[in-house]
Every structure is written in structure tokens, then in C-alpha cells.
């Protein structure tokens, strides 16, 4: 089944490890075959990355992005185990993006880190 992806002006999107940048009217694609690609919306840079949970979805995208690497994923299981010892309650989310990992459900393991960053961004604004 192909999927169609409708992009606003100068949105930007990332295939494989292909950038892209709409022109300046909206474009649909359809992608006929089967492809790994982050909308504008989901792509966090590592400069853009300031907390640890921010870092960690930067790992999420490489391993999303990239064919089967042991060292973005061990570097993940690294940043994961830091993150947990400092913040246990985050350990629900990241057991869930491991799994989701493990099932090769990439993608969805992207939208789990997503809610990790808002739950730690909930958790900072608890203690401001």
C-alpha cells in the first residue's frame, strides 16, 4: 500500500539519509516502496538537543535512520541506563522503546521517545 506524505513550504524531510527541502509551494509524495523517513516535525538536530531525554531521542532517530548498528544502539542502551539511575519513573517509557525496538517497530519507538521528552518536560516544570 503506498503512503502519500503532503508537505508544507519549505518543510524538510529526511529519507534514509537523503535531506530534502520543499520549494515554496505545497507538494504531495507518494512513497510506493517501503521507507524510513523523519518529517520536519520529528527531527530533533543534536545541536538542538539540550536535555538527556532530547539526547536520547537523537540516538532513537540514528537507529530509526540507519540499517541494524551495534554501536547507535549500544550507545543507546548506555544513555538509557544514565537516564534511569538518575530518573527511575522514565525506566516505563524506556522499557517500551527497547521493546518496541526489539520488535523492529522503529518508527513507533521514535513516538515513545517523543513522550518521554514531554514527560521530562513535565517533570522540570514540577520543580521550577
Same mark, same amino acid.
Given at each position: ?6 508537505l ?6 529526511i529519507?534514509?539519509?537523503v ?9 504531495? !509524495?507518494?512513497?510506493?516502496?517501503? &521507507?524510513?523517513? /523523519?518529517? *520536519? =516535525? %520529528?527531527?530533533?538536530? $543534536? ?8 539526547? !536520547?531521542y537523537?540516538?532513537?532517530? &540514528?537507529?530509526? /535512520?540507519? *540499517? =541494524? %548498528?551495534?554501536?547507535? $544502539?549500544?550507545?543507546?542502551i548506555a544513555?538509557a ?6 530518573v527511575?519513573?522514565?525506566? /516505563? ?36
Open positions: 500500500m503506498a503512503l502519500r506524505i503532503d508544507k513550504p519549505h518543510e524538510r524531510l529519507i534514509g539519509d535531506s530534502i527541502r520543499n520549494g515554496s509551494r505545497r507538494a504531495s !509524495l507518494t512513497f510506493e516502496t517501503k &521507507a524510513k523517513f /523523519l518529517r *520536519e =516535525k %520529528d527531527i530533533l538536530t $543534536e545541536s538542538q538537543a539540550k536535555t538527556a531525554c532530547e539526547r !536520547l537523537v540516538i532513537l532517530q &540514528a537507529i530509526y /535512520l540507519t *540499517e =541494524k %548498528d551495534l554501536m547507535i $544502539e549500544n550507545e543507546f544513555h541506563n544514565e537516564i534511569m539511575n538518575s527511575p519513573t522514565m525506566g /516505563l517509557y524506556i522499557a517500551e522503546i527497547h521493546k518496541k525496538i526489539e520488535d523492529g517497530d522503529y518508527y513507533q519507538a521514535l513516538k515513545v521517545g517523543q513522550d518521554l521528552m514531554n514527560y521530562e518536560k513535565y517533570l522540570t516544570k514540577l520543580v521550577e
